[in-house]
């Protein structure tokens, strides 16, 4: 009798097939879809995958409490999903596969979680300009100078407002970008600063044409667009997909990014969430999202299973002098915020 019950609870418990989907939230463009599959075929978990274009938006979901079970936050945003009790610990330094992540990017992570219970690196990457050549060259009538004055200096940007000029939607790097090009370095700006680098924002935002992470690639591939403020990855797989857009780094220098994978303190999957998290550590699975999303792995082997097959860009190396980002003081942080969504909708003169 006691078989006859237990055969097929035990039938129930190895069955592959769970029956709450897992329900990963990550930024657009940010994945080989492939690694999805493989990854259900493997355990059994189905995924429900959606993508998200900025940090507020993602910060947005987690308040309003979306059933989310893993989420993909930038550095910045991750520390403050922390002290707002967002995330969930899931003792993420003990996972397999740890060790293996390179030292710059986690003493990066340490900044926001030293303990490193809360997340780890999911990709890496910078910020430049991708630049429609033919067009920008015609509208500046000769070259393209390599400088973040093309978006930022009032009269290189007058000049090619008319043939379209975007900016990323991700507040703390573009503030960021602006004050390093004037010299200064958000992580030590005070209010007073802050307020005026938002001032000018809001005076240059008439020559934006829209203020998006992810329309721009393909405008500038079909000439409505000349520059955009560009994630390197959209911008690089861009160009390898033949689409006339050239990724510059601007010769003043940029900044580097790092996403992360995090548990929503509410995830209702929290296991699963796991396994997800340990499959995205293994060095052969991070290396197939960075070859098909042109984006850095974090993951030294990783990364030296990618410089060994000649992939140049997705092996880049992070080094100590690359650059110039600082996460703002809190209260700087909340000026961002605040101010951040009248620029979008193109109401800065309101209040
Ligand atoms: C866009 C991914 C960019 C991530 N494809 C920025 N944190």
Known sequence: MKKWIMAPLLAF?????????LNVANWNDYIDPAVLADFTRETGIE??????DSDQEVYA???????????VPSTDNFGKLIREGLLRPYAAASL????????????RVAGHDPTHEYGVPYLWGSIGLAVNVPQAEA?????VPNTWGLVFDKALLARLSACGVTLLDSANDVTSLLANYQGRSLGTAG???????????????PHYRYIDSSRYV?????GKLCVSMAWTGDALAAAAKGLPVKFMVPEEGSLVFVDILAIPAAAKNPEEAQAFIRYMLRPEVSARIARATYYQTPNARARQALEAEGGSVQAARLSADMFGYQAPREEVGKL???????????????R
């Open 139 to 143: 509208a500046l009538g000769g070259p």
């Open 13 to 21: 418990a190895l069955s592959p097939v769970h029956a709450q989907p």
């Open 61 to 71: 979901l987690l308040k309003q409490g979306e059933a989310l079970d893993v989420v």
């Open 47 to 52: 995924v429900n995958y959606r993508t998200y």
């Open 191 to 205: 209010e007073a600063y802050v307020s005026r680098v938002l001032e000018q924002l809001g005076r240059l935002r």
């Open 336 to 350: 961002i915020d605040d101010f951040w969504p009248r620029l979008l909708e193109n109401r800065v003169g309101s």
């Open 218 to 222: 393909d405008d500038l591939g079909s």
């Open 96 to 107: 397999p596969g740890f060790e293996a992540l390179e030292p710059l990017i986690m003493a």
